[in-house]
């Protein structure tokens, strides 16, 4: 009897544990491309695209009309399959000053630039960072960013289906750089490529950047729209 004790208590240290996680609104999970695509300049354009949109006003307005008032942010970087990396772990953002010190954290970041594009890759580490977030969430919420199509692992469509079914959403920013990738344009339009096969579940949405120099304008829009939780058609 003492045995099966002590062999439960884990369970139930476990369980107690999971059961006391501080409740967001929102788990969001920034997975930003830097792969070989993607230049100094731009790759700085990008990092300040998100420094200024999660510090902007709207955005600290629209997490406090929140039932919470509270997000939680984690910053991953990819590149091909055999590369990702969690940047910034779990942050819960509540207030002005909690997004002026997570802007910081990432502007000191190092950063690195690897060769090929594996959405799946992205995918799939970021359904992994949200498994392990400690923060409960009412909703869960992977947002890729990039200017090319996957090139490396598996489909983006199979990583894309397997998020959805865990009742992940996946939104899209695709950045409509018109430098092709390893000196070939894409299939199709990147903006189609994303609706089709990167984005999925309930309500999840596509906001364009026409350029790194736009990427900024695109972040803030994106964020408002998960954070308030809007339906694909709103603005």
Partial sequence: MRRRALLAAPALFASARARAA????????LAV????????????LQRQGYRNGLTDPRVIEAIGRGMVGAIAVAYVE?????????????????????????????????????????????????????????????????????????????????????????????????????RPGFGRLPPIPLDEYFARNVIGGPGSFVIVAEDFEAFGTAVRRKLIREIAGLPAAAG
């Fill in 78 to 178: 990819w590149a091909g399959v055999e590369y990702q990396r969690l940047v910034l772990p779990w942050t819960r953002i509540a207030t002005a000053a909690d997004a002026e010190r997570w802007a910081q954290m990432l502007d000191e970041a190092p950063r690195v630039s690897l060769s090929w594009t594996s959405i799946s890759g992205a995918i799939d580490f970021s359904r992994r960072v949200l498994a392990e977030a400690p923060f409960e969430g009412t909703r869960r919420v992977i947002d890729v960013s990039g200017d090319g199509v996957n090139n490396s692992g598996r489909p983006a469509e199979h990583a894309r289906d397997e998020a959805v079914a865990e009742g992940i959403i996946i939104n899209g920013l695709p950045i409509m750089n018109d």
């Fill in 22 to 29: 501080e409740p967001v609104d929102l788990l969001l999970v």
């Fill in 33 to 44: 491309d830097v792969s070989r695509s993607i230049d100094e300049e731009e790759a700085r």
